[in-house]
């Protein structure tokens, strides 16, 4: 544990991906496989749950550290991490454990989950009395389930890669669903991740999926686009559609069905699980799997697609109703053809792989496996002119994916180039009335913030709403001002968060709006971000809760 906190206080004092790629691999380099494993899952994104409840985290720790509630709460607020409070306020311990990283996990840390109060204030007492302050902290991260530090799963693959001497899309192919909560991190499974490229190595893949090719956003003016892009039949040319994007995989007789937040999510979509039965051993689609449920005879419509917030209702039950089934009806619209007769088909240009793909689906004729259609125009003006259509259709603009691109590992131009020729966001003007601290080296600023528009629907009344929270989108220096506002006009305080007198507008986009009965202003929007502050604008003159139905 002693190696992997100094590793953490390394990659958390610096902004710079080369010394934080330094620092890797020199743990790499010294660290056994085992501990290697679980180092390997945390730092590239694994996510496990909490392990004990922060109720009682808080009670054993007041009392560890003799020290009134109110003492503790104070202390809480001034550090803004529940985490980094404990460990600073618990008494310091020796010289501190030797065992490493992995016997930690498996041998004190997951044990915790489960057991009842009485037991873990029995256990934690003396397991935290082992830990000298950095180990502490990071323990007590990876127990509230909290642990994040300012490292990429790109560099924690590059890393591995130059220490293994091996290509670097190679090992990324291997992580791939390494951080999915079914995996437990193994010394052989790390071996495997840097050991040598064999020849019958994509034999013995069973239903890991591959690297998602990802696009980079296209914001160039129209006018520039025949400049940059060359004419549209170079191109091809789909809608962007607003789902979850997916691999279908089916080898070995087994079907599997992955996210791209690399998530196995198979169970989730039993209708994709039998589609993937019919298809032919060794092949491996990617697309969307969207809400879709086809438009009535005669219809306008061009298509059935219906709003995300139903497809997220399917993912957040733990019990898949027939009504769910029903309000929510998945179907995979597909894009790519990733393998085929169990060959790895990435390295074909996108033309063929998309004609055999058409082939394919074409033979299969499932009602839950449709082709994502070809959008095609004389130029790119004719094309600008469809995309208006976005919101009408439910997509969110257009894909450009080149013909002759191959199939690449993330958002790289190497081998290919994919474009997100996204539609503008929606946007209003909103005022912040909540804030919480943010995380890591901004942990002691209010950074997390709830903004609200005006309801005028109460007679002689006019109150604010909270429809969505935001964090992105100001520079430091806006941040530094912004927090002192807070500061000065905080009301009350509800553990870490502050509510403050309305006196700060922002103007915020995000990509959808769209009913929920979850949320007090009666709305959920989609990928919230701070676009400016308006320092020009008064409290009065924020937008209003009609104004978000206007955009429904």
Not at 433 to 459: C, K
Request: with cysteine; net charge neutral.
């Amino acid at each position: 544990m002693k190696a992997f906190a100094a590793l953490y206080a390394q990659l958390d004092a610096t902004t710079s991906s080369n010394a934080k790629l330094q620092a890797l691999q020199a743990y790499f380099s010294q660290a056994e496989p085992a501990d290697a494993a679980w180092a390997v899952y945390f730092l590239a994104g694994g996510k496990p749950r909490q392990l004990v409840p922060t109720r009682l985290l808080r009670d054993l720790a007041t009392r560890q550290a003799n020290l009134p509630d109110w003492l503790f709460e104070e202390s809480y607020q001034a550090v803004g991490d529940l985490a980094e409070t404990i460990a600073l306020l618990l008494p310091e311990a020796g010289t501190g454990n030797d065992q490493g990283l992995a016997w930690w996990m498996e041998h004190q840390l997951l044990p915790l989950r489960g057991l009842p109060p009485e037991q873990l204030a029995e256990r934690l007492a003396p397991l935290w009395a082992q830990l000298d302050r950095p180990s502490l902290l990071v323990c007590l991260k990876l127990i509230t389930g909290a642990f994040r530090v300012g490292v990429s799963k790109l560099l924690v693959t590059r890393a591995l890669a130059t220490l293994a001497g091996v290509d670097a899309k190679r090992v990324a192919q291997r992580m791939v669903g390494y951080t999915d909560l079914s995996h437990r991190p193994t010394a052989a499974g790390y071996l495997a991740l840097i050991a040598e490229e064999s020849t019958d190595e994509h034999a013995q893949r069973g239903g890991q999926p591959y690297p998602f090719f990802l696009a980079h956003p296209l914001q160039e003016p129209l006018e520039r686009f025949e400049a940059l892009l060359g004419p549209p039949e170079d191109w091809l040319v789909e809608w962007k559609w607003d789902g979850i994007r997916a691999q279908l995989i089916r080898r070995d007789g087994q079907s599997w069905l992955w996210s791209r937040g690399e998530e196995l999510i198979t169970e989730r979509f039993p209708e994709l699980q039998a589609l993937a039965e019919g298809l032919p051993d060794g092949c491996v689609l990617d697309g969307e799997i969207v809400a879709w449920r086809d438009p009535p005879a005669g219809s306008a419509a061009a298509f059935g697609i219906l709003p995300f917030a139903l497809l997220q209702q399917r993912i957040g039950r733990k019990t898949l109703t027939r009504r769910v089934l029903e309000d929510a009806p998945a179907v995979l619209l597909a894009y790519d053809l990733l393998e085929y007769q169990g060959e790895d088909w990435r390295s074909r240009p996108q033309a063929e792989r998309r004609t055999v793909l058409e082939q394919l689906v074409g033979e299969i004729a499932a009602p839950v496996l449709r082709l994502s259609p070809r959008l095609s125009g004389e130029n790119w003006q004719a094309l600008a002119k469809q995309r208006e259509a976005s919101r009408t259709l439910g997509v969110e603009g257009m894909m450009l994916k080149r013909q002759d691109s191959l199939y690449g590992v993330g958002r790289t131009r190497d081998l290919g180039l994919w474009w997100k020729w996204k539609i503008d966001p929606f946007f209003v003007d909103a005022v912040l009335i909540y804030a919480q601290r943010g995380h890591g080296r901004r942990a002691s600023l209010y950074t997390d913030y709830t903004f609200a528009v005006w309801d005028d629907s109460a007679p002689g009344e006019r109150v604010l709403v909270p429809f969505a929270k935001a964090y992105s989108g100001l520079t430091d220096e806006e941040i530094r001002q912004v927090d002192a506002i807070i500061r000065k006009t905080t009301v009350e305080t509800f553990g870490p968060v502050r509510s403050v007198t309305p006196s700060m507008v922002f103007e915020l986009g995000f990509e959808g709006i769209a009913l929920s009965k979850r949320h007090k202003s009666g709305v959920a929007v989609r990928f919230p971000r701070i676009l400016r502050w308006r320092t020009d604008k008064r409290v009065e003159e924020a937008d209003t809760l009609a104004t978000l139905q206007g955009l429904l």
